[in-house]
């Protein structure tokens, strides 16, 4: 039998999932979110949970073989000073899905007018509203990691042509031209739409700031899905007041929830949703578990593989 | 030089776009929506434009090399009683993708509740609204043809499962599952995403109707962006009004403009967009055909080359 212990803050949905499955040769021996509750040499193979929670019991499980995160962020667990001497599974190509669809489905309620349309049509209006088609728009991704990947798949899905932004990486072959560095500038001139997926680090603090956003063309829908810091919401009420954005679709804010006295919710042409663009569904995130636990007993190569050097 | 002549309602935009280009090797004859100015025998290599408008010339223009329409529907020129000697091409990935375009943004303003969060908004509530991925939901494809292959495709992209409806092709290799006549309502079963295609004929009317709506699950979305003779408004309006469906997505209907008395724009759950699925942006479809007006100079295969046989 592998002993299994579910490790995270939604470790009731998980472990009811899972038990429902009735998997041969997984033996659950305990389900929490409190890393305390771990007994030192617990017999464990597998641990299925929350990173920053795991990261707490790593050196208390020597059995350990393989660990599934819930989330596609793991660097608590790629950290070089803690042990790697066991497979790490991740997340990740859920989110990127995920996003996808979140992203994709604000362009075109934006390029299509959906809720435009939807007002008109309360006013009983049978109304043309023009609009072209996304095929040669270009799209701006702000970082092209995992998500970022998979938001330029999807792009050139639709026929966008694709500029990415990235530290180094060029690994998204649907990415047309990519910039680096100083280019942050000729990145952002010409777009129609941005997709802003970086995470909260001191070099992206406030990058998208009143000097990076007078170079958007006026006509730019911009989209944080990465972290509410990149922006300085000042400066983005400004450009959205003074009409020199189109529009900005915020899933992440510098403060969350988002205060209810926050000028943005009134800004003009601002979408708010919070903090949902990806959240995660249990029976998805343990649907990669089970899938992975078969591959796992059949001694099959792990989707989602970390490989602990690069950190992702 | 070769000879163009521009008849199509929207001569006035065509012409304007394709004298701008300054198109090497073209001669521009006329530009007109009136068949009755062109006279016999003028000397005219190529015509651009509306298909039911061609029709009336064809016989008069006996030096025709090309024809390139402006729309997807070429019935009139392939019908068996005119003349075939001459190239014709259309406009039909035009409309495949702009109708992708339409029908996902549709669904994922369903799936992403896009409307309801932006009225949660308009009332400052930071709401959570779940969701699941579009991956491994159902969509039925009612008619797989040009358009329905494009969805297909784009509803593969997405993860989705993709079963067709057809009288008889099975071209598109992104349905997974195809269903013929009898297997009507083995094909509604199920499904998440209901999509119609189909054109006008007597073997569509009121396809959808009472008992094919019954055989849909209550939590399914109808898109129709066939025609409105496909759909009987009464039983579907019956339908929505009981909850045995949770939306429809109309672009199409009986009667067009859709009569402002007509209680389906008030009927719950109902969207509707007038007729503008995929219009026919004059510059999209100038595209076509000077990206075609190359090919022909170069004696290249031309793009959507319509087979005069199989009439697409």
């Known amino acids: 039998m592998n002993n299994l212990i579910i490790l995270s803050s939604k470790y009731k ?24 509750k771990i007994r030192k040499d617990t017999a464990c193979e597998i641990v299925f949970g929350d990173a920053p929670l795991i990261r707490q019991v790593l050196e208390i499980l020597p059995g350990l073989q393989w660990v599934q995160t819930t989330w596609a962020g793991v660097e608590p667990l790629v950290d070089p000073l803690v042990r790697h001497d066991y497979q790490l599974t991740n997340a990740r190509h859920v ?22 349309r939807y007002l008109s049509q309360k006013k009983g209006i049978w ?10 728009k270009k799209i701006g991704l702000l970082g092209v990691g995992s998500i970022g990947s998979h938001l330029a798949f999807t792009a050139s899905h639709f026929g966008l042509y694709v500029k990415g932004y990235t530290i180094s990486s060029q690994t998204s072959t649907d990415v047309d031209e990519y910039f680096h560095e100083s280019q942050l500038y000729k990145f952002a001139s010409g777009l129609d739409f941005l997709v802003n997926t970086l995470p909260n680090t001191d070099a992206t603090y ?3 700031n009143e000097e990076f956003l007078g170079k958007l063309p006026a006509h730019c829908l911009l989209l944080n899905i990465g972290r509410g810091s990149t922006i300085d919401e000042i400066a983005l009420m400004k450009a959205l007041n003074s009409g020199k954005l189109a529009g900005a679709v915020l899933d992440v804010f510098e403060k969350e929830p988002l205060p209810l006295d926050n000028p943005l919710w009134k800004t003009p042409n601002v979408l708010i949703t919070s903090h949902t663009a990806a959240h995660s569904d249990p029976h998805f995130i343990a649907d990669i578990f089970i899938e992975n636990f078969g591959r796992y007993l059949r001694n099959q190569p792990l989707n989602n593989l970390v490989n602990f050097k690069k950190g992702y």
């Open 95 to 116: 989110f990127g899905s995920l996003m996808s669809e979140y992203v994709f489905g604000y362009i075109l309620q934006h390029h299509r007018r959906i809720i435009e």
């Open 13 to 36: 949905q998980y472990s009811s999932i899972i038990i429902q499955e009735k998997l041969p040769g997984l033996n659950l021996v305990l389900a929490t979110d409190d890393p305390g």
């Open 206 to 208: 406030h990058i998208i």
């Open 127 to 136: 109304v043309e509203i023009g609009y072209e088609s996304l095929q040669g």
